[in-house]
């Protein structure tokens, strides 16, 4: 615990935090959408409101400074967690499992204008002597956390280097800040429309909890009386009349064919086939709709004259067997043209022979682009009927009216400044936008020509409404605001409408950003904007005044909000109580790569609204680097230093630490920072670390946050662990002196215990115990601005060092405790490398499939590496989620093969019969075995029905004189015994009865000094 200086006592993050009810929570928001943030526009990688609030009122407030008061104000804040047995279906069967969620607290979504939320506002005041505290989001991107510092009535400033991002916060802060509390009357257009009243009166109430009875009725007897609204009513009003006048321009582009209304068209992009010359439609599935009572495929028709190739749809009815086998059927019915190697012709060829490799392909495409002849074919046609969605082949009316459109793109955008979006699409080291590949280099390259006319559409009049609210009598603060969220929903509008969306089996339409890259799709859905269901403009007007809504009850208290363009490295005006951030880490998200998507569109449907909108958004694109200035977008890629991968990475950690710098000039002396990061790679993130000590701080505690659901598509694909890290920082003293890594490691010991008991006692396992424990330890490190080492003139003791000191005596604590059967014992000490990760991973994930990231923190810990621990120690398997996850995106109608061509996310441990070296234990064995290989081994012996040879080995191994040898066949027992492992315990227990029963039980032996321990047993 941080030491207390009486001016500045600890903060109550500092001492003790709500982390499994934030991290509950923060896991449930991902479900909810009415009114939520991300609704509003798409932002990547918004940390959920549950996790920014808990973090901000911790942070703010000062700890009670007795477990009492603690504990009533964690439950006040988190409430409980209460437990439900419930089912989850895995392959068709139902398996139990036990549901965790909170009762009370306000962090829930749903619980936070709960009365409870009025008392920490209350509570934050009196501790910043009846004022509102100063609050900085230097990296604030979609505005998470400053909207949560505002609910709670403090002032803040939110910057973000990014205009797409700074436009965002401006709409989830500053509006609805400005205009909270104001109504008028709703403009005479909307009054008289029948159709919008009634759409205006379903929406009364939606997104607030308490929904009146009869909501309807009273909401109409109330239009009768003054239809005045407040900023969220007359969103939808002027969306209304933008969609009436787009809906007249572009109705005969989407003809409505036997009077049921178009949902969307399916499309395939086209090749032409190398050998025979036909047009060859790329398909990655030929589902339509898999949903377990209604299934429909595409059939696939040779023409006659071999030019290519026509649909049919067909119902697919489920076949018997198992589920296995099930899947198979389905995936052989449902199989499309493309596969990882290329394509194959319908019209020459057959499945499972290749026309057109990839690089045929990428060439052909190009082509295209170059020849302004881009190809795709009509694959169906998805209808609203009576009883749901309907699938049809395309009638000829609707192929011409989408190739009608093509005549239309230079008018419609002649009235857009700026033209046709031709902006170049960034590629970035990582290949984040590999569409650009396939040639699709340029903005309006993603958009098929209706697509562009209905988009240019919207913008024309987007921006003609703004005239219309100024006759209307609109203040300049109400048109700019208007005009602003009529921008947000064309964003979504335009996010639902790029080639880049998928029809998902659930019958819903997927969006640009199902993940934050640019891939290429082979086949793609065009949803119908100004249709009835996801993705069209009417809908997207809902969601943007949900949010609204939501943010004038919640942001009314706070005084006025800054929203400000630049980097973070600058310096900011004033200073702040708090910075809580979320800085961007090294490549992992694109941000301005992908969101110049954004960008884009949002440049031409603002210009003019305001000079400081012009100015933020006078360039096509969002920041990159600026080498003069030695400024930019923080983001760890070569391709922005001429492909320097160091060079990248060196101004990428320069540009945090500076950021870091920024923050502390702009904190008073008491002030704290609290900085999030995904956890990933415990080497970056030991970085990070590093530059936060640099720039003046002192780490002294460290929370680990679940904010994301663990089966989302980006996590299978990479190494992210489904936590991030919360870093509590304070300022340290300036008169701090260089400490000296003898007495840094004895203090850094002689506390930590203390901790580790406390946060065993809390509940906390797994990697999480690891990431808590880490906090409190940097204290004794981070507390001097440098740690030199004793035995060696001029040498430091750098982060890493420290902390694989610190990480070593946590897994020393845990397998510990492991030994003991939860009690605490250093025995661990005497175990080597290998057989200490066996035990802490068998104990934390037992023989289920475990996160990478965990494991590598695991591995690093028992100075291991994972790819050692697969290859020469053949403990670890890397899991199936690979698998899993192809499937899951096939499910989503998903084309990326080049994401999930990477390593899989997950590894688990093997099972002792399935190592695949059995003599692993034995001294012919090329490397000394370890205790976990020889306890295996005998266990080998033992199975073969080998007594004899069990004795023997046991002797020459000396492990009957290995105080720890029983112990950790103890340990062993209990741990197969939690994973229901009958097998394996009665084996375990028939050696340790024949070990005692031959009288000379281990633990009655003295200790031998020729005992195998640690590095030794490994190396040999
Ligand atoms: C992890 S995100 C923040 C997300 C945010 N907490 C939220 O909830 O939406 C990091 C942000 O840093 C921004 N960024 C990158 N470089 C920057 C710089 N030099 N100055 C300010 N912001 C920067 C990115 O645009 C991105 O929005």
Known sequence: MMQERRDD??????????????????????NVRHGHISTLHIWPARRPLAACRAALIATLLPDPGNDAERRQLLEKLGGVVKAKDTFKNVDGRKVPVLQEHTDGGILHWGREDSADLEFFRLEIKKAFGGRAPRVLDPFAGGGAIPLEAMRLGCEVTAIDINPVAWFILKCTLEYPQRLAGQTRPLPSFAVESPEFMKRFLKSAGKGTKAQPRGKEEAAQSRMFEVPESDLSGHVRAWGHWVLERARNDLERFYPTVEGKPTVAYLWARTVTCKNCRATLPLLKTLWLC??????????IKRRPDKSGVDFDVVAEPVVGGNAAQRRAHDRRVGQGTMSRSGAWCPVCGGPNTVAMTRDDIQADMKEQHASGRVGSQMTAVVVQGQRGKEYRPPMPEEIRAAHDAVAEIEDVFKEVPFGLPEEQIQIDAKGSTWCVRYGFDQWYKLFTPRQLVALGTFVKHTRAAREAMQAEGYSPEWVEALSAYLACTLERLASYSSTLCLWVLKEFIGQTFTRFALPITWDFAEVNPLGNTTGNFAGAIDWVALYIAHALACVDRSPRPETLQQSATEKVRGLFEIVLTDPPYYDAIPYSDTMDFFHVWLRRTLHGLSPEIDETFRQPIGPKWDH????????????????????????????????????????????????????KQPEAWETLVSSIIRAGFVVAASWPIQTERTMRMRAHESAALSSSVWLVCRKRAETARPGWNTQVLEEMRSRIYDRLRTFWDAGIRGPDFVWA?????????????????????????????????????VVDYVVGRVLSQDGESTEAEALDNPTIYYLLHRHDFGLAEAPVGACILYAQSCSLRDRDLVDRYDLLAYGKSRAAAEEQLEDAGESSEEETATSGSTMRLKRWEQRRRRDSGLPVSSRRATLIDQIH???????????????????????????????????????????????????????????????????MRLMHTDDVSGEEAEDG
């Not at 993050?13 to 923060?26: G, H, N, R, T, W």
């Not at 898999?290 to 059939?299: E, G, H, P, Q, T």
């Not at 003139?793 to 070593?808: C, K």
Request: overall charge neutral.
């Open 290 to 299: 898999r949903k377990d009572n209604k299934r429909y495929r595409l059939d």
């Open 9 to 30: 006592p600890p903060r109550l993050i500092e001492v003790a935090f709500p982390l499994k009810q934030a991290s509950l929570d923060s896991v449930h928001e991902k």
């Open 773 to 809: 424990a880490t906090g409190p330890a940097l204290e004794a490190y981070s507390k001097h601005p440098v740690v030199k080492k004793a035995d060696e003139p001029n040498a430091v003791l750098t982060v890493s060092e420290f902390l694989h000191a610190v990480r070593r005596i």
């Open 628 to 679: 003069e200035r030695n400024d930019g977008e923080l983001i760890d890629d070569a391709c922005r230093f001429g492909g320097d991968n160091d060079r990248s990475r060196a101004a990428y950690e320069d540009g945090i630490f500076r950021a870091f710098r920024s923050c502390h000039d702009a904190l008073t002396p008491e002030g704290r920072m609290v900085v999030a990061f995904a956890n």
């Open 937 to 1003: 081994c005998i266990m080998h012996l033992w199975k073969d029905g080998d007594a004899q040879r069990v004795d023997t080995y046991l002797e020459q191994q000396g492990l009957r004189r290995k105080p720890v040898f029983p112990n950790v066949m103890q340990a062993l027992i209990e741990l197969a015994r939690k994973d229901n492992q009958a097998d394996e315990v009665s084996l375990l227990e028939s050696i340790m009865n024949h070990i005692s029963a031959r009288g000379v039980h281990p633990q």
